[in-house]
């Protein structure tokens, strides 16, 4: 499971507006989506018509009256769309887990329950760089950082990295991190500008994806909607579906690039052992082990032949080099009688000398 943290100290960004509609094209798209709702304004939840006693708050607080496991409060949205709902009761989480060790972490081993369940979770944070933000941090792959084209935005995305390399630092957990210009505003130079400041200092940090003005945005968070649901035609649902796409295929991408990788060492591996079949004919013998210094000598079960019409054979893999080794039938220890490469051992008897080679 991929988790982002959506976050950005400065309000009116955008940030909920993009983990709710990112949360909903990535479900569009097939992939099965957790939002996270840890702004304790509770926004999110609000804008998808959520409203529950019963939050993420009673997950991560250790006196609530309502513990319980993050898959106690998830409510469904949409086909592939769940949202884990908060409500005013988190904004106390600071000040409960003041003293707690660990409490950096809180979010991370709820999340942990549930990772087999999602393609995706999305964690919406707080307009702040409070312990809910630092928590969303720890738990997450990689932030999206929402920024609108204004001259504060570069400044504000700095501080959050600066953030981001803390946790690094402490709690040694490295995330990496995205810049997603949001409400850009076609129509102004001014806009343009910033743009072209924001992809100077950020570069290849910043999405291909930008997410313009749309009115129709607003209108469906009045109505307690996603602008899916509201309006799949309009602008901002064509934006969101495209920076879904831009993150499904960047994973992708980073999924092959990893398969690629372990074929390699697979490859390489493959190449540094040998097949070696040992043979050993005594029909009548009720167990025959083949150990040596391959297998410290052991007559385990990885080291019993199989009898196959009177002939034991065990099959091993090797890596090139010189072995000794005996055959243990029915208890007793011999050299293998087909094998004229012998050595006297401490004890005065013969081991079967092996070269593998590459």
Request: aromatic share 8%.
């Amino acid at each position: 499971m991929e988790i982002f943290a959506i976050a950005n100290q400065k309000g009116g960004c955008g940030k909920t507006t993009t983990a709710t509609n990112l949360a909903a094209a990535l479900a569009i798209n097939g992939k099965k989506t957790l939002l996270i709702d840890l702004d304790p304004q509770a926004h999110a939840s609000l804008g998808l018509g959520v409203d529950k006693e019963i939050s993420i708050y009673d997950c991560l607080s250790k006196i609530s009256n309502h513990k319980c496991a993050l898959k106690d409060i998830i409510v469904n949205i949409a086909p592939n769309f769940d949202l884990a709902p908060s409500n005013i009761m988190l904004s106390t989480l600071d000040q409960e887990l003041s003293g707690e060790i660990g409490r950096e972490s809180r979010l991370f081993d709820c999340v942990k329950d549930i990772a087999d369940g999602y393609d995706f979770c999305l964690i919406d944070c707080p307009p702040n760089l409070g312990l809910l933000t630092v928590n969303a941090i720890r738990s997450a792959n990689s932030l999206i950082i929402p920024v609108e084209a204004s001259r504060f935005s570069v400044d504000g995305v700095k501080r959050l990295v600066e953030i981001v390399g803390l946790v690094r630092e402490r709690l040694n957990h490295s995330a990496d991190f995205r810049v997603l210009v949001n409400n850009f505003d076609s129509r102004l130079r001014h806009s343009f500008r910033i743009l072209n400041k924001i992809k100077e200092t950020f570069g290849a940090k910043v999405f291909n994806t930008i997410v313009h003005i749309n009115v129709k945005i607003k209108e469906a968070q009045s109505v307690a909607q996603t602008i899916f649901t509201f309006d799949k035609y309009s602008r901002g649902s064509k934006d969101y579906f495209s920076l879904s796409r831009e993150i499904i295929s960047k994973e992708e991408a980073i999924v092959e690039k990893i398969s690629q990788q372990m074929k390699k060492i697979v490859q390489k591996k493959a190449k540094e052992i040998s097949p070696v079949t040992f043979e050993f004919s005594a029909g009548s013998a009720a167990s025959v082990f083949v150990v040596g210094d391959f297998n410290n000598w052991t007559p385990g079960d990885d080291a019993r032949l199989d009898n196959v019409d009177g002939i034991w054979k065990k099959r091993l893999n090797l890596k090139p080099g010189s072995y000794k080794y005996r055959f243990v039938i029915d208890g007793k220890w011999q050299k293998d009688p087909a094998n004229p490469a012998a050595e006297i051992n401490p004890f005065g008897e013969l081991d079967s000398l092996l070269l593998v080679k590459d």
